[in-house]
């Protein structure tokens, strides 16, 4: 079993920065392909950035390139994310989620752990 500990969300303006941090339990953290998703009310869970267990593929959602960084730190256990130029549309519920299969996923299904989520709320 796994344990997903997500923090650093926050209120922020328009054009501001957050960086969250999610720490993970267990020893097998740096096998497991990792990402942050999201969730904004009225609207289904979406991925935002996912990264292989060796840290050598990243995927982004086409709303968050170019402001958004995911990195790990498998040293620490910690998954990282960068997030700059803020915008009202990035509020949602931010979760991060662990992958067994070291590949990168991008469906919700895919993933087998997860975290209990971060709010994240931009103000215009």
């Known amino acids: 079993q796994v344990q997903l500990v997500e923090s650093g969300g926050g209120l922020v303006q328009a054009g501001g920065s957050l960086r969250l941090s999610c720490v993970a339990s267990?020893?097998?953290?740096?096998?497991?392909?990792m990402g942050w998703f999201r969730q904004a009310p009225g609207k289904e869970r979406e991925l935002v950035a996912t990264?292989?267990?060796?840290?050598?593929?990243?995927v982004y959602a086409a709303s968050v390139l170019g402001r958004f960084t995911i990195v790990r730190d498998n040293a620490k256990n910690t998954l990282y994310l960068q997030m700059n130029s803020l915008k009202p549309e990035d509020t949602a519920v931010y979760y991060c989620?662990?992958?067994?299969?070291?590949?990168?996923?991008?469906?919700?299904?895919?993933?087998?752990?997860w975290g209990q989520g971060t709010q994240v709320t931009v103000a215009s």
């Open positions: 989620a662990a992958r067994v299969n070291g590949e990168s996923g991008y469906e919700n299904r895919e993933y087998d752990y």
């Open positions: 267990g020893r097998t953290f740096s096998t497991y392909a």
């Open positions: 990264l292989s267990s060796s840290g050598g593929r990243r």
